[in-house]
């Protein structure tokens, strides 16, 4: 089964800190991806990432950064937290191979 | 303005009855994805559908994909409370490695 692991489920910081979110998969998938989900907006791409130090830009990448430094480890910073960036994040990978992308169970973040 | 649009919002019927959640779209997809997420858990995808007119059946669920391949829909037969639950539609339609989302349709099977 593939496993995608995020660091936390929940996470409370406060306006300015730096925060960075973690997500590890185990299937050596190339693709990895970060979204964040709010209530009547659906899942928004914030950036994505097809191979080791590639990154893209999503739908909605300013106030976040991602590092890839190894194929399965995708870590998304959001460099100085504002209270509009408290969400659901969520971490997902995929292979082409296959059309099926598998999601981590989120992080609930909270800005004050 | 989605990409997917997915209705109904909300559906919240009695346990034993019929529902069906829709999935449109003006473009063309490669391939279809539904979801189905829990309060406070990921997406757990359901099913993939990559042919158009196809049709795929898990159980009490029944999927299928329009032959032009713009939309989808989801019938559950006789649905039960464990089927409660968000169902989110996702579609790749530039072959590329990013999906689009539809808003969700929250089903709430009542006992």
């Known amino acids: 089964d593939v496993k995608v692991t995020q660091s936390s489920r929940y996470l409370v910081k406060r306006t300015g800190e730096k925060v960075f979110l973690e997500c590890v998969q185990d299937?050596?998938?190339?693709?990895m991806f970060w979204y964040r989900q709010d209530p009547g907006l659906g899942l928004r791409l914030i950036y994505f990432s097809y191979d080791v130090k590639m990154k893209e830009k999503g739908d909605i990448p300013e106030g976040y950064s991602v590092s890839r430094e190894k194929k399965e480890r995708f870590s998304l910073i959001l460099e100085s937290a504002s209270t509009n960036q408290t969400s659901m994040y969520l971490c997902?990978?995929?292979?082409?191979?296959?059309?099926?992308?598998?999601f981590g169970p989120g992080t609930r973040l909270t800005v004050t | 303005t989605q990409l997917l649009e997915q209705s109904p919002q909300f559906l919240s019927i009695q346990e034993g009855e019929n529902l069906t959640v829709y999935c449109n779209s003006s473009?063309?997809?490669?391939?279809l994805q539904w979801y189905r997420q829990e309060p406070g858990e990921g997406p757990v995808l359901l099913v993939t559908?990559?042919?158009?007119?196809e049709v795929k059946k898990l159980k009490r669920l029944t999927f299928q994909f329009g032959d032009a391949r713009k939309d989808s829909s989801l019938h559950i037969t006789a649905a039960q409370t464990g089927d409660t639950g968000l169902y989110l539609c996702?579609?790749?339609?530039?072959?590329?490695?990013?999906?689009?989302f539809g808003a969700g349709t929250t089903v709430t099977v009542r006992a």
């Open positions: 996702a579609g790749d339609s530039s072959n590329d490695y990013k999906l689009s």
């Open positions: 473009s063309v997809f490669s391939s």
């Open positions: 299937m050596d998938h190339e693709n």
């Open positions: 559908v990559v042919t158009g007119g």
């Open positions: 997902a990978s995929w292979t082409l191979a296959s059309y099926e992308q598998y």
